[in-house]
Nanobody, 115 residues
Framework: QVQLVESGGGLVQPGGSLRLSCAASGFTVSSYAMSWYRQAPGKERELVASDTGTTKTNYADSVKGRFTISRDNAKNTVFLQMNSLKPDDTAIYYC?????????WGQGTQVTVSS
């Protein structure tokens, strides 16, 4: 059974950093594309970063140069390093993977950027 569990969110001041973790079970992250999405209040869920699993990564324009997606295959975990955080980055962040037409999501972790 595929399961994704996010952690690492919290309250941070503008310009600060956070690292989100997504612990996976039921499959090996090294074999599949993994992504991070976020959803801010009143807005649609949006793709933040994705890793196809073949060293190809993609980022939303709004986070390029500030966020980095990575994997630790030994821990079966995906990370999102977020630097130079802005108030507009405030959202619930979700880990995601997909098998054919089936989408798997974690429960989300709240990130709040505020002074």
């Amino acid at each position: 059974q595929v399961q994704l569990v996010e952690s690492g969110g919290g309250l941070v001041q503008p310009g600060g950093s956070l690292r989100l973790s997504c612990a996976a079970s039921g499959f090996t992250v090294s074999s599949y594309a993994m992504s991070w999405y976020r959803q801010a209040p009143g807005k649609e869920r949006e793709l933040v970063a994705s890793d196809t699993g073949t060293t190809k990564t993609n980022y939303a324009d709004s986070v390029k140069g500030r966020f980095t997606i990575s994997r630790d295959n030994a821990k079966n975990t995906v990370f999102l390093q977020m630097n130079s955080l802005k108030p507009d980055d405030t959202a619930i962040y979700y880990c995601h993977t997909q098998r054919l037409w089936i989408h798997y999501w974690g429960q989300g972790t709240q990130v709040t950027v505020s002074s």
